[in-house]
């Protein structure tokens, strides 16, 4: 370095202050010089290992979504496995009706598992089903399964609905007719007179207006599921009745409470009511036997899938 330093001075005619300077901008251009370069080297480097990384991660994205495919292959595999293991079940057919039975039920019908899960929560959210047709609004329910049970529900279907209505006017305009070409009062309908709903018969309820062969029937039929009136209001239960025709039944119909009411035993294993759905009933059921017998109608509310509004409905039909 002192002969450098000498150099300088000899060749420059520098001092010794002016030499020392002179080294020091000399070292700091050379660096000013290499940085760049420096720079531009480093810059190049990083930038091959980010396109590494990008490449890994492309690699990396590529496999997990080639092991999802996978997946979701095995997830159908499994589910056409499934559904193909369902289709072996043994199927038994049966008179039934949807608002009155469970799971397991639809599974003898022949429904997949699934599809059963799928209507008992259609049922706990959209309430009963009033026609057989109703039974398509589930999602997937297949068509040629609805055909092989249509004959098997016991629900009115709506074309069923459509024959009924066109009957009672046919019948209202028969009678109409007999009345204007019979003699005065001679064939007349006869005057509806006060009688026992719990105990008339089909021929007495048709004395009523409004009422025809079809809805005489129906009344008498849900009469004995229900185990007899205890309210007049109960008509209004009845498929297909009017407001008009239950004003009109309640200007002659009365009860005899004590002499209609079939009573059932609730802590009886057969024990099933009209006004307890099947899902409610099966709940019961097994809190019973828990928790032993029923001793008072409120207990049924210990099972919280009763409340009030069942409880009010069902208790004149129970017995402990």
């Given at each position: 370095m002192e002969k450098i330093k000498?150099?300088?001075?000899?060749?420059?005619?520098?001092?010794?202050?002016?030499?020392?300077?002179?080294?020091?901008?000399?070292?700091?251009?050379?660096?000013?010089?290499l940085t760049p370069m420096t720079l531009k080297t480093f810059f190049?480097?990083?930038?091959?290992?980010?396109?590494?990384?990008?490449?890994?991660l492309n690699q990396t994205v590529a496999q997990i979504e080639s092991q999802e495919k996978n997946n979701d292959f095995d997830q159908k595999k499994q589910y056409f496995a499934e559904k193909t293991e369902e289709k072996t079940v043994n199927v038994e057919?049966?008179?039934?009706?949807?608002?009155?039975?469970?799971?397991e039920?639809?599974?003898?019908?022949?429904?997949?598992k699934f599809l059963a899960k799928r209507i008992e929560n259609f049922k706990s959210k959209a309430g009963k089903f009033r026609y057989k047709e109703d039974l398509q609004k589930i999602y997937d329910f297949p068509p040629e399964t609805y055909e092989k049970l249509a004959s098997y529900i016991e629900l009115p279907s709506k074309s069923e609905k459509f024959d009924s209505k066109t009957n009672d006017q046919q019948n209202l305009a028969s009678n109409e007719?007999?009345?204007?070409d019979a003699p005065a009062n001679k064939y007349a309908k006869k005057e509806a007179v006060i009688f026992d709903l719990n105990q008339a018969d089909t021929s007495v309820l048709k004395q009523i207006k409004g009422i025809g062969t079809v809805l005489s029937e129906r009344i008498v039929s849900?009469?004995?599921?229900?185990?007899?009136?205890?309210?007049?209001?109960q008509l209004n239960d009845v498929y297909g009745i009017s407001p008009e025709t239950v004003l009109e039944i309640k200007k002659y119909a009365r009860l005899n409470k004590d002499a209609?009411?079939?009573?059932?035993?609730?802590?009886?294993?057969?024990?099933?009511?009209?006004?307890?759905?099947?899902?409610?009933?099966?709940?019961?059921?097994?809190?019973r036997k828990q928790h032993g017998n029923f001793s008072k109608p409120e207990d049924l509310l210990k099972t919280k899938v009763v409340d009030e509004k069942i409880l009010e409905k069902i208790s004149p039909y129970l017995s402990f």
């Open positions: 000498h150099w300088i001075r000899n060749y420059f005619g520098f001092t010794i202050i002016e030499t020392n300077g002179f080294l020091v901008l000399a070292i700091l251009m050379l660096i000013l010089i190049k480097k990083r930038e091959l290992s980010n396109i590494q990384d990008v490449a890994l057919l049966f008179a039934f009706n949807p608002n009155e039975i469970g799971e039920e639809w599974e003898k019908l022949g429904i997949p007719k007999q009345k204007s849900f009469r004995e599921k229900l185990g007899g009136f205890y309210s007049l209001e209609g009411i079939k009573k059932v035993n609730i802590n009886s294993d057969n024990f099933k009511h009209l006004y307890l759905p099947y899902n409610v009933f099966k709940t019961v059921n097994s809190y």
